[in-house]
């Protein structure tokens, strides 16, 4: 002789809550999934465009630019140099300097490689603030 609480005996009430166990694992499972694979997303040089304004930019120290013309002959500070020999001029001269910022001017001639390339010379100097240099479209 059972006593039960009320109801038919042997039969169960429904559960009016929803179960969030699941949902909360498959949550935790995608946020650990997207916290492994975001960082090897990452790819390239990262590049630091100069933002334009009506004003300019101020410079304390006068901008170190290098061009890269046509013909794919690089120029440094108005000084023609090898690509070979830009990491230890940019070291040499940067080794002092507060404002350790390089623009790079090329020609919308030049293969992206070449420029690609003086990029990360320019990052192997040690020089993380890159710059590149374009005019304004017309409007």
């Not at 040499?92 to 390339?117: H, L, M, P, T, W």
């Amino acid at each position: 002789m059972g006593m039960s609480g009320g109801g038919k005996s042997g039969s169960r009430g429904t559960i009016n809550e929803i179960n969030v166990t699941p949902l909360v694992d498959v949550m935790l499972v995608l946020l650990i999934m997207f916290m492994v694979t975001a960082p090897l997303m990452q790819q390239g040089i990262e590049v630091d465009l100069p933002k334009t304004s009506s004003s300019g930019v101020e410079l304390n120290d006068e901008p170190f630019v290098i061009v890269v013309n046509a013909n794919k002959k690089i120029t440094a500070a108005k000084n023609p140099i090898k690509i070979e020999e830009l990491r230890p001029r940019l070291q040499s001269v940067f080794k002092n300097r507060k404002n350790k910022q390089v623009y790079i001017q090329a020609d919308r001639k030049v293969d992206y490689g070449i420029v690609a390339e003086v990029m990360a010379e320019v990052r192997a100097a040690g020089i993380l603030n890159i710059g590149l240099v374009t005019l304004p479209k017309d409007p």
